[in-house]
Nanobody
Framework: QVQLVESGGGLVQPGGSLRLSCAASGFTFSSYAMSWYRQAPGKERELVAAVTSVGTSTNYADSVKGRFTISRDNAKNTVYLQVNSLKPEDTAVYYC???????????????????WGQGTQVTVSS
């Protein structure tokens, strides 16, 4: 079955950086675009970054553009999110998964599974 294991989160001061990782298994990783999502307390889960199956094209939410960088290593079945210049409003649980539905300016995707990983907590605070 599909397994997604996120790691790399932590407590960081405003302006700091982290590198999040997500190890995927149970599906043909190199055949799927991948995304990072985040969910802050009391808010809906939102997509913050996406990368095509071969890693040649990326897409970012306006709120993270210029600060976050998504990348992937298909040989390791792993997707990464480099998060820089962190702000308190970036505090959330971060999840990876294949995108589903329409991603504005990026494409329309089908994700034939419903499972999610446990996520990794990012807390930005002084």
């Amino acid at each position: 079955q599909v397994q997604l294991v996120e790691s790399g989160g932590g407590l960081v001061q405003p302006g700091g950086s982290l590198r999040l990782s997500c190890a995927a298994s149970g599906f043909t990783f190199s055949s799927y675009a991948m995304s990072w999502y985040r969910q802050a307390p009391g808010k809906e889960r939102e997509l913050v970054a996406a990368v095509t199956s071969v890693g040649t094209s990326t897409n970012y939410a306006d709120s993270v553009k210029g600060r976050f960088t998504i990348s992937r290593d298909n040989a390791k079945n792993t997707v990464y999110l480099q998060v820089n210049s962190l702000k308190p409003e970036d505090t959330a649980v971060y999840y990876c998964n294949a995108p589903t539905g329409r991603v504005a300016g990026f494409g329309v995707f089908l994700r034939p599974w419903g499972s999610w990983g446990q996520g990794t907590q990012v807390t930005v605070s002084s």
